[in-house]
């Protein structure tokens, strides 16, 4: 192990244990470890996993999911939104027009809801909707580098979302899916 390095354990079974590095790739060491292992140690941080160009960042707070966030354009919560909650296309670009003109001092979700154009209901369903696709995609990579930073940003969103039971739906989709 080099200087400085952690070193995380993750409890696969009533007896066996395996030590997981803080950061390294997702194809030595599974997404559902790293997330089992956050959850058992109540962690609070930011899980944070790049494949080429995209950043994918779960955001954790006492063991359990908060929110996430992501890079790739497929997770935007505008798109979620026209696609989940009966956003329109127009309502979308005139809000995206009010986000850029307040250089991104307000939330996109907040300029919705004020202007009327979906439910704090539907927001926080579209929330939910964003950050479980954004895990789900992770869950399909083949590779990617991952690191754990034990802080979270002061203005994340905070869902909560179990992690078991997560896991649990993301393995039930994919086998529907294949």
Known sequence: MLPGSQTVYVQTG???TMS?????????NPLPDILQHL??????????VRSGDIVKSIYIKSGQIV???STDVNDRLGEILVTCCNLSRENL?????LYKKNVGLKKLG???????HVSPKDLFSGLKTQVKGIIYSLFLWGEGEYSFEERLP?????LRIDIQELISEIIQRIKRET
């Open 93 to 97: 670009e005139q809000a995206l027009h």
């Open 14 to 16: 009533p007896i066996t």
């Open 20 to 28: 997981i590095p803080l950061s390294g790739n997702i194809q030595n």
């Open 154 to 158: 002061s203005d994340v969103i905070q």
């Open 110 to 116: 907040s300029i919705l809801v004020e202007n009327g």
């Open 39 to 48: 959850r058992h140690s109540k962690a609070t941080g930011t899980l944070t």
């Open 67 to 69: 929110f996430a966030a």
